[in-house]
């Protein structure tokens, strides 16, 4: 009894039980009335006399069964065959709120089958369905009769069970109706209901996959939908065999993956591994699993999210190829401008192919021009045996005719075998391939005087490498080898004399110009320009006629060392004329550094003692500049227009002259300029413009740059690129960079104050700054002000500056995001090298420098760069913003792209703060 008591709280069939042992006990006792009395007992309102001590015993046990009724929590009651009520327990006679059968006689003595045909109002039907149900019971038709009901009450609906079951005996002689109250239970089971269909419909929604097995992994207990479509199985397949998950790791990956459980498998693990679908297509995947604990602290299953993190990997990968490419590329074109010996060339092409292009080997082969049959005659990173037995040939018909690298010399086409594993033209030497390594191979031909000479071959330990964009840079990269070979075979051909100058043993102008040419090449494809500077000595003339001519060809020769010393390469210079010295500066950031540059460098040789006749003497040089691409895109129109640049020199009091004449006023107005900058602040002269960013998609207003003007009070609004350097230079750019922050601030506080929907405002912050000590507490000065301040700013700071010292950047940048200030990675795209780092960098947004929007329309490779930045920073959660978008064109491009948001043109430029304020900000009404 006391077991069923204590476990007898809820549930109905035990309640039923419970109420059969008294009723039966209770009959017995009925009988007994109308004897000899013994005792008189009251159970439940019921006064029953009692004969007999056994008779009284057994009330006794009655009596107790009774109270243990009573304090049941459902409404029970006995009823005869006819229906009559009984007994009822005390919930039942307490019930008060009982409102579903209506009307009076709940107690004993009353027909419960008639209070059920009679009932009225809302639970009429149901009651006549009870009554039916009972009836079924009574006349033994039925074994349990059992319906769950709401009924409302005064506040709330509340749920019950009405079970009737039979009394015990041969023939029915009554049953028992119960009243179970089930809200609790229903309301649980509804939050259980609702917060399984929430997990499921997140679950099943994300694009990652869930799951949960058993820590061994020998059961899956539960993946998402998500499995089907990144795996390419069925989740059942999955739940059917457990193994295949492991099974679907790719084979290379499995012993890392094995590792990392082994290792992390009890405080959770994370890992990137391939991932093979059944039709063999790979797939990257990211793994993050964590162990759940039984009581004693075992790990017993294990709950997991995987990620098809392919795109980023590709794209990433994609980025980390070419810009290796691209490294081979400005080594090899450097390369071919200092060196003259073939031989050197060719070896020096393989091991920068190896060393900065991480290919695994590459080798050039080389053919006869008589026989067209060759070898190799270069190469790095490969065994000597094998690249030794490497037999080539042009002609047709051969052995060896139908190998890939011959193919591409006789038909003057690059041949690629993107995987030599499957390749059927590598079929023969496969196995001894794979098991040095290499999986994927491009041959490119490389050509002296229009036809093939020779072929150079790179080889990667990863399958495809050469894909279109590579094998495009690769051809430029073969096309320039094939030009230095020319101009060695020419040279070697030529004389010395042709090339270069006796006297003092630098080039002439011809090889100057034919280096220019080379370094153009370079040039074209980074963001730097080029400078050409011719260099005329004063007075020459007169000194060669004082002195005569070996005393002026001795200072002709002081003069040539003096500029090999300075410029610290020989192939930079040139003489190209009696007195006359060419110098090219392949990579120079502006006209501004080139200034700089001959400022110095011309003030250091006139204070140079020359020897002239055994005494000292000092000699004053004119020089002029032209800069590419600005003043010509050939090396022939970018020195005539030095030497018209020098000529105005020499006509001028100017030491030195642009060909551009607005440059060398810049450069003149510069002192002045730097004075006015002095005192530009102290007389309040800066202003903010604001640029609107917007949301592709929706078109709102997301934010605003803030960019610096100068009220130049005599020539009017001065923008930033003219004045910027100079207050770089001169260290003023804290002080304006201070200013520019706080008034950007107290804008966003303004607009925000007068109830306007007031953006983030992003301020440019200048490298310098960014290395300040103080920055910090700056920043937090400016944004001391008010608690809404830091909501209300952006930093943006341009990526070639983060590079430099990646350490300290992240701390600082760190800390400044703690303040509630994002963080904007500014021309992005233009350091390359960054992209690596860029997923431990602090920030929130990119945004992609002007240069690849514009890019973007001519060509394929601008669409596919843009596309592989917007996936990486997607994949890391940040914030995509184009810079300079101008066209509609690119507008619609980019959206297709799925960048975030954009700046430009198209939209709107830089306006004053007050215009900003009546066309982008709504009010918002008083905050
Ligand atoms: P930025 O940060 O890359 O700013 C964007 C520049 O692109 C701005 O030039 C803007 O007017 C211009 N721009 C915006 N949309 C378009 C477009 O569709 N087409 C074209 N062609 N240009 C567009 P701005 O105002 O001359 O500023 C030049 C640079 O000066 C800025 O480049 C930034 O690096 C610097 N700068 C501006 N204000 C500040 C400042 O307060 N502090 C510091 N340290 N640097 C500043
Ligand atoms: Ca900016
Ligand atoms: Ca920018």
């Given at each position: 009894m006391k077991s069923i008591l204590s476990s007898a709280t809820g549930s109905a069939e035990e309640i039923s039980a419970l109420i059969e042992v008294l009723h039966r006990t209770g009959q017995r006792l009925e009988e007994l009335t109308a004897g000899e009395v013994d005792a008189v007992a009251d159970v439940s309102g019921q006064t029953f006399l009692l004969r007999g001590a056994q008779e009284t015993a057994r009330f006794r046990d009655a009596s107790r069964q009774a109270a243990v009724l009573n304090a049941l929590p459902a409404l029970i009651a006995l009823v005869d065959t006819q229906g009559v009520i009984v007994s009822v327990n005390e919930a039942w006679r307490d019930f008060?709120?009982?409102?579903?059968?209506?009307?009076?006689?709940?107690?004993?003595?009353?027909n419960y089958l008639s209070i059920c045909d009679g009932a009225q109002g809302e639970g009429s039907d149901f009651a006549r369905r009870a009554g039916q149900g009972i009836r079924s019971v009574l006349s033994g038709a039925q074994r349990i009769f059992s319906v769950e009901y709401s009924c409302p009450t005064a506040t709330t609906r509340r749920w019950f069970l009405l079970r009737v079951t039979p009394l015990p005996g041969e023939c029915p002689n009554g049953a028992v109706i119960m009243h179970l109250d089930i809200t609790a239970e229903r309301e649980t089971q509804e939050n259980l209901r609702i917060s399984d269909a929430r997990f499921r419909q997140m679950a099943e929604n994300i694009l990652d996959v869930f799951f949960l097995r058993s820590f061994d992994s020998s059961h899956v207990y539960y993946v998402s939908p998500a499995y089907r479509r990144i795996w390419g199985r069925t989740c059942e397949s999955l739940y059917e065999n457990p193994a295949s998950w492991a099974e679907s790791i790719h084979p290379e990956d499995r012993q890392a993956v094995a590792t990392v459980f082994r290792d992390d498998g009890k405080i959770g693990f994370d890992c990137e591994y391939r991932m093979i679908r059944p039709n063999g297509e790979i797939r990257w995947i990211h793994v993050r699993g964590f162990p759940i604990l039984d009581a004693t602290g075992h790990p017993y299953r294990t709950a997991g999210i995987a990620t098809d993190i392919t795109a980023r990997k590709e794209s990433d990968d994609k980025l980390r190829r070419l810009n290796r490419v691209h490294a081979v590329l400005s080594g090899i074109n450097s390369l071919i401008v200092r060196v003259l010996d073939r031989d050197a060339l060719l070896n020096e092409v393989c091991r920068i192919a190896v060393k900065a292009g991480a290919f695994k080997m590459a080798w050039i082969g080389a053919i006869v021009p008589e026989t067209l049959d060759g070898k190799v005659v270069a190469s790095f990173g490969g065994e000597r045996g094998y690249v030794n037995d490497v037999r080539l040939t042009a002609r047709e018909g051969k052995a060896q005719s139908a190998e890939p690298a011959c193919r591409a010399l006789r038909q003057s086409r690059p041949v690629i075998c993107n995987d030599i594993g499957s390749d059927a033209s590598v079929a023969a030497r496969r196995d001894e391939l794979l098991s040095r390594g290499h999986r994927s191979v491009g041959f490119f031909p490389l050509t002296v005087a229009g036809r093939p000479a020779a072929v150079l071959a790179l080889w990667a330990g990863?399958?495809?490498?050469?894909?279109a964009e590579e094998t495009q840079l690769l051809l430029e990269l073969a096309g320039n080898i094939s030009f230095a070979l020319d101009h060695l075979e020419k040279s070697e051909k030529l004389n010395y004399v042709a090339f270069y100058d006796v006297l003092t043993g630098l080039a002439n102008r011809r090889l100057f110009l034919e280096r220019v040419t080379q370094y153009m090449r370079g040039a074209s494809r980074g963001q730097g320009k080029l400078a050409v500077c011719v260099i005329d000595l004063v007075r020459f003339k007169d000194i060669n006629d004082t002195f005569g001519q070996p005393e002026g060809d001795s200072l002709l020769k002081q003069v040539a060392q003096w500029l090999t010393r300075n410029l610290?390469?020989?192939?930079?210079?040139?003489?190209?004329?009696t007195d006359r010295f060419a110098v090219v500066?392949?990579?120079?950031?502006?006209e501004e550094s080139v200034a700089r540059l001959l400022e110095g460098a011309m003030k250091v040789f006139l204070e140079q003692d020359f020897t002239l006749k055994e005494s000292p003497c000092r000699v004053a040089a004119k020089v002029g500049v032209a800069l590419f691409p600005d003043d010509g895109t050939d090396a022939d129109s970018l020195f005539r227009n030095a030497e018209s640049a020098l000529k105005k020199a020499k006509a001028s009091t100017e030491r030195y002259l642009f060909y551009a004449q607005k440059m060398t006023e810049t450069v003149a107005g510069r002192l002045v300029l730097e004075y006015q900058l002095r005192h530009a602040l102290e007389k309040d002269e800066f202003v903010l413009h604001y640029q609107p960013k917007l949301d592709l998609l929706s078109g709102r207003i997301t934010g605003a740059e803030a960019l610096i003007r100068w009220n130049d009070p005599r020539t009017g609004l001065v923008p930033p690129g003219r004045f910027i350097p100079i207050l770089e230079e001169t260290g003023l750019i804290l002080e304006v960079g201070r200013w520019a922050l706080r008034q950007a601030v107290a804008e966003h506080l303004r607009w925000r104050n007068a109830g306007l929907d007031a953006v983030r405002i992003a301020v440019n912050v200048s490298p310098m700054q960014l290395r300040h000590r103080d920055f910090l507490a700056e920043i937090e000065a400016a944004i001391g002000?008010?608690?809404n301040a830091a909501a209300g700013l952006e930093l943006e700071i341009t990526e070639s500056l983060i590079m430099e010292d990646m350490k300290r950047t992240i701390g600082t940048l760190q800390a400044i995001r703690e303040m509630g200030v994002t963080i904007a990675i500014d021309?992005?795209?233009?350091?390359?090298?960054s992209l690596s780092y860029l997923a431990r960098l602090p920030t929130d947004t990119l945004k992609i420098d002007r240069s690849f929007v514009t890019d973007m329309i001519g060509g394929h490779n601008g669409i596919l760069l843009v596309s592989a930045i917007v996936n990486l920073a997607h994949s890391l959660k940040l914030n995509v913003v184009a810079e300079g978008v101008e066209t509609e064109d690119q507008a619609e491009l980019l959206r297709v792209l799925t960048c975030d948001e954009m700046q430009g043109f198209l939209f709107s430029k830089a306006l004053p703060g007050e215009v900003f304020e009546t066309r982008f900000l709504q009010g918002v009404g008083p905050r």
């Amino acid at each position: 009894m006391k077991s069923i008591l204590s476990s007898a709280t809820g549930s109905a069939e035990e309640i039923s039980a419970l109420i059969e042992v008294l009723h039966r006990t209770g009959q017995r006792l009925e009988e007994l009335t109308a004897g000899e009395v013994d005792a008189v007992a009251d159970v439940s309102g019921q006064t029953f006399l009692l004969r007999g001590a056994q008779e009284t015993a057994r009330f006794r046990d009655a009596s107790r069964q009774a109270a243990v009724l009573n304090a049941l929590p459902a409404l029970i009651a006995l009823v005869d065959t006819q229906g009559v009520i009984v007994s009822v327990n005390e919930a039942w006679r307490d019930f008060s709120a009982w409102r579903v059968f209506e009307g009076a006689g709940h107690a004993i003595g009353a027909n419960y089958l008639s209070i059920c045909d009679g009932a009225q109002g809302e639970g009429s039907d149901f009651a006549r369905r009870a009554g039916q149900g009972i009836r079924s019971v009574l006349s033994g038709a039925q074994r349990i009769f059992s319906v769950e009901y709401s009924c409302p009450t005064a506040t709330t609906r509340r749920w019950f069970l009405l079970r009737v079951t039979p009394l015990p005996g041969e023939c029915p002689n009554g049953a028992v109706i119960m009243h179970l109250d089930i809200t609790a239970e229903r309301e649980t089971q509804e939050n259980l209901r609702i917060s399984d269909a929430r997990f499921r419909q997140m679950a099943e929604n994300i694009l990652d996959v869930f799951f949960l097995r058993s820590f061994d992994s020998s059961h899956v207990y539960y993946v998402s939908p998500a499995y089907r479509r990144i795996w390419g199985r069925t989740c059942e397949s999955l739940y059917e065999n457990p193994a295949s998950w492991a099974e679907s790791i790719h084979p290379e990956d499995r012993q890392a993956v094995a590792t990392v459980f082994r290792d992390d498998g009890k405080i959770g693990f994370d890992c990137e591994y391939r991932m093979i679908r059944p039709n063999g297509e790979i797939r990257w995947i990211h793994v993050r699993g964590f162990p759940i604990l039984d009581a004693t602290g075992h790990p017993y299953r294990t709950a997991g999210i995987a990620t098809d993190i392919t795109a980023r990997k590709e794209s990433d990968d994609k980025l980390r190829r070419l810009n290796r490419v691209h490294a081979v590329l400005s080594g090899i074109n450097s390369l071919i401008v200092r060196v003259l010996d073939r031989d050197a060339l060719l070896n020096e092409v393989c091991r920068i192919a190896v060393k900065a292009g991480a290919f695994k080997m590459a080798w050039i082969g080389a053919i006869v021009p008589e026989t067209l049959d060759g070898k190799v005659v270069a190469s790095f990173g490969g065994e000597r045996g094998y690249v030794n037995d490497v037999r080539l040939t042009a002609r047709e018909g051969k052995a060896q005719s139908a190998e890939p690298a011959c193919r591409a010399l006789r038909q003057s086409r690059p041949v690629i075998c993107n995987d030599i594993g499957s390749d059927a033209s590598v079929a023969a030497r496969r196995d001894e391939l794979l098991s040095r390594g290499h999986r994927s191979v491009g041959f490119f031909p490389l050509t002296v005087a229009g036809r093939p000479a020779a072929v150079l071959a790179l080889w990667a330990g990863e399958a495809d490498v050469f894909d279109a964009e590579e094998t495009q840079l690769l051809l430029e990269l073969a096309g320039n080898i094939s030009f230095a070979l020319d101009h060695l075979e020419k040279s070697e051909k030529l004389n010395y004399v042709a090339f270069y100058d006796v006297l003092t043993g630098l080039a002439n102008r011809r090889l100057f110009l034919e280096r220019v040419t080379q370094y153009m090449r370079g040039a074209s494809r980074g963001q730097g320009k080029l400078a050409v500077c011719v260099i005329d000595l004063v007075r020459f003339k007169d000194i060669n006629d004082t002195f005569g001519q070996p005393e002026g060809d001795s200072l002709l020769k002081q003069v040539a060392q003096w500029l090999t010393r300075n410029l610290g390469d020989v192939n930079l210079l040139a003489r190209v004329g009696t007195d006359r010295f060419a110098v090219v500066l392949p990579e120079v950031e502006n006209e501004e550094s080139v200034a700089r540059l001959l400022e110095g460098a011309m003030k250091v040789f006139l204070e140079q003692d020359f020897t002239l006749k055994e005494s000292p003497c000092r000699v004053a040089a004119k020089v002029g500049v032209a800069l590419f691409p600005d003043d010509g895109t050939d090396a022939d129109s970018l020195f005539r227009n030095a030497e018209s640049a020098l000529k105005k020199a020499k006509a001028s009091t100017e030491r030195y002259l642009f060909y551009a004449q607005k440059m060398t006023e810049t450069v003149a107005g510069r002192l002045v300029l730097e004075y006015q900058l002095r005192h530009a602040l102290e007389k309040d002269e800066f202003v903010l413009h604001y640029q609107p960013k917007l949301d592709l998609l929706s078109g709102r207003i997301t934010g605003a740059e803030a960019l610096i003007r100068w009220n130049d009070p005599r020539t009017g609004l001065v923008p930033p690129g003219r004045f910027i350097p100079i207050l770089e230079e001169t260290g003023l750019i804290l002080e304006v960079g201070r200013w520019a922050l706080r008034q950007a601030v107290a804008e966003h506080l303004r607009w925000r104050n007068a109830g306007l929907d007031a953006v983030r405002i992003a301020v440019n912050v200048s490298p310098m700054q960014l290395r300040h000590r103080d920055f910090l507490a700056e920043i937090e000065a400016a944004i001391g002000v008010d608690a809404n301040a830091a909501a209300g700013l952006e930093l943006e700071i341009t990526e070639s500056l983060i590079m430099e010292d990646m350490k300290r950047t992240i701390g600082t940048l760190q800390a400044i995001r703690e303040m509630g200030v994002t963080i904007a990675i500014d021309d992005f795209g233009t350091g390359f090298s960054s992209l690596s780092y860029l997923a431990r960098l602090p920030t929130d947004t990119l945004k992609i420098d002007r240069s690849f929007v514009t890019d973007m329309i001519g060509g394929h490779n601008g669409i596919l760069l843009v596309s592989a930045i917007v996936n990486l920073a997607h994949s890391l959660k940040l914030n995509v913003v184009a810079e300079g978008v101008e066209t509609e064109d690119q507008a619609e491009l980019l959206r297709v792209l799925t960048c975030d948001e954009m700046q430009g043109f198209l939209f709107s430029k830089a306006l004053p703060g007050e215009v900003f304020e009546t066309r982008f900000l709504q009010g918002v009404g008083p905050r």
